[in-house]
């Protein structure tokens, strides 16, 4: 197991049309969301306008969890679906979207055959979880609020603090305990056999 923890304060943020993005990972490490030539991409999104257009990504699947705040989305022909916090929406990329309401959200996105799902996990303190990650290639970890710790690293994540985890054939379970009450976002992903070996 190889966990890689960016902390609040070296992740970079920048503006979109509706407020700021800020990417928490980038799987390969060399590719780049502008170029859209990722397999996923893991980040953080304010909208800080009523209303918004959401930026078109051919070929890519999106997955939105709303953290704080309201949001409808509006997808063109189809009816509007209100989005609730922590509740994972699918979507896909290249269809033309409208967003009404302000809110901080958590985004997904999966390109080719890799697959990924997001979970919403409220915690009381001390409470302790296993994430099964027995058919996963990686895990994210985001403190939303709260802290946590990563047992079988001791490592310690505050609040805005991320991991990416990339798993091995030992790790089927990932334990993880709060030190207070908390609000922790998993990703789960799994890659295709073409891209697994990429760096």
């Given at each position: ?61 999106r ?15 189809e ?23 302000i ?12 697959k990924g ?26 403190i ?56």
């Amino acid at each position: 197991m190889d966990i890689k923890i960016t902390k609040k304060n070296e992740q970079i943020s920048s503006a979109w049309m509706g407020g700021t993005t800020t990417q928490l990972a980038i799987y390969p490490l060399d590719s780049s969301y502008k170029k859209s030539n990722f397999c996923f991409r893991i980040s953080t999104a304010t909208v800080n306008i009523p209303e918004s257009d959401f930026t078109r990504l051919p070929e890519v699947n999106r997955i939105i969890m709303i953290l704080e705040g309201n949001l409808q989305l509006y997808h063109e022909g189809e009816n509007p679906v209100s989005l609730r916090p922590l509740e994972a929406y699918s979507f896909l990329g290249e269809i033309e979207t409208k967003g009404v309401g302000i809110a901080t959200d958590f985004n997904l996105m999966l390109r080719g055959r890799t697959k990924g799902e997001i979970l919403g996990l409220s915690l009381k303190h001390d409470q302790v979880v296993d994430v099964d990650c027995s058919e996963e290639d990686y895990l994210g970890v985001y403190i939303f609020k709260g802290e946590a710790i990563i047992q079988t690293q001791k490592s310690i994540l505050g609040k805005g603090d991320f991991a990416l985890i990339k798993t091995d054939s030992n790790c089927s379970k990932l334990n993880l305990k709060t030190g207070k009450d908390s609000v922790l976002i998993i990703t789960k992903i799994r890659l295709s056999e073409k891209n697994k070996g990429l760096k």
